[in-house]
């Protein structure tokens, strides 16, 4: 008898035989498989983002903190090793301004207080020959008799005048005070400690002008004859043509290039620097036009000037030296004393705010590549 299949042609059951698998489950319970299932309605598991990776993000954050460290390195300024720590002072060579004794130069602080002109007799510094660095100029103690020069009982600088210039103008007074290391209020009595006298040699110096609402700084060769104000230690702190103060010289590495109108008899090899005295002045030793010699007290206008006699050597002996750089003093506060260091008061203090400018145009240069008048990079203000 035949039995006919299903219409369908599916199986009624299981296959039978090791096709059917294995009739108990597997050990362990009956867990989940292997391998997530991919089909379903189950939602795939989510991807970790990048910056949740330990490793990505130490590797990105070392990468930043190069960069940071790079642009920071690149960007700082080239000295070259040759600036002095000073808020901008350099020693490396630069231009000197030579400034006859009536004109009243660049960027002036005031108007004229000189009273007293062309009286000084000019002179030679003994020991001249003496054979000297390029970058290196003669110095002159402050109390050398002779240095200083001008006329029995007549003050060289209207001392009075000068103060109220600067009284009459609160911010040029703030600008000076701030180069002579004094507070604003202590300028009259400041000016009042020193002593107008004229120079007898070309003296080298730092001149401070004044221009935008602060003092700036170059360095300068002062004619002989120029009216000047000096210090308890003979240092030149005020120049009375234009009421700038004054500094000394800064160092430099070489020899300087000197611009500015150059006068009759100018010889760099005459120009000097002062030095600060061992002690204060007791009297500076003067001499007259004629030849006449007097002592003038420090501080006095001349109204107490003494005869007196002729000094064994009238002409004051110089001395090879180099100006220093002014020390860093941008952090120290201002003091009541007038500067007596050879450094003397400096822009970077010397003040922060001192720019240092080119020479005025229209000055005949003079390219003396032996110059021993000294020199810096600061440069003289437009004027």
């Known amino acids: 008898m035949s039995v006919d299949p299903p219409s369908s042609g599916r199986p009624t059951g299981p296959p039978s035989g090791p096709l059917s698998g294995p009739s108990q489950p597997p050990p362990g319970g009956g867990g989940p498989p292997s391998e997530p299932p991919t089909g379903g ?4 598991e989510p991807r970790r983002p990048w910056w949740g990776s330990v490793p990505r993000v130490a590797i990105i954050a070392t990468a930043v903190v190069a960069a940071v460290i790079l642009a920071v390195v690149l960007s700082q300024p080239d000295n070259g090793g040759t600036g002095a720590s000073d808020g901008g002072t350099s020693t490396s060579s630069g231009e000197v301004f030579l400034q006859p004794a009536a004109d009243t130069g660049p960027d002036a602080f005031t108007d004229s207080t000189a009273e007293e002109k062309s009286s000084a007799s000019p002179v030679a510094p003994s020991g001249a020959s003496e054979p000297a660095p390029q970058n290196a100029v003669r110095g002159v103690e402050g109390d050398a008799p002779g240095l200083y020069g001008g006329t029995r009982n007549v003050a060289s600088c209207d001392v009075e005048k000068q103060i109220q210039y600067l009284g009459e103008s609160p911010d040029k007074q703030r600008a000076f005070a701030s180069v002579a290391r004094i507070e604003p209020s202590e300028v009259p009595s400041y000016l009042r400690s020193l002593t107008p006298v004229q120079l007898r040699m070309d003296t080298r110096v730092t001149n401070h002008g004044y221009k935008d609402g602060a003092p700036t700084s170059y360095q300068a060769v002062l004619q002989a004859r120029t ?16 009421g700038n103060p004054l500094s000394p010289p800064v160092a430099q590495q070489s020899a300087p290039r000197t611009t500015g109108e150059a006068w009759p008899g100018y010889k760099s090899s005459n120009v000097v620097m002062v030095t600060p005295a061992p ?26 000037d003494q005869k007196t006699k002729k000094p064994a050597k009238p002409s004051p002996s110089a001395s090879v030296t180099t100006p220093t750089a002014p020390p860093d003093t941008s952090s120290q506060p201002p003091t009541s004393e007038p500067p007596t ?20 145009d229209g000055g005949t ?17 437009a004027s």
């Open 41 to 44: 309605g189950g939602e795939p």
């Open 227 to 242: 009216a000047v104000l000096v210090d308890h230690r003979g240092v030149p702190r005020v120049r009375c043509a234009c």
């Open 279 to 304: 002690e204060p002045v007791d009297a500076f030793v003067m001499c007259e036009p004629d030849g006449e010699w007097f002592e003038r007290q420090p501080g006095d206008t001349g109204k107490k």
């Open 341 to 360: 260091s050879d450094t003397g008061p400096t822009t970077d203090e010397p003040p922060t705010s001192e720019t240092q400018q080119p020479p005025p």
């Open 365 to 381: 240069g003079t390219d003396t590549g032996g110059d021993t008048g000294g020199g810096t990079t600061e440069q003289p203000p």
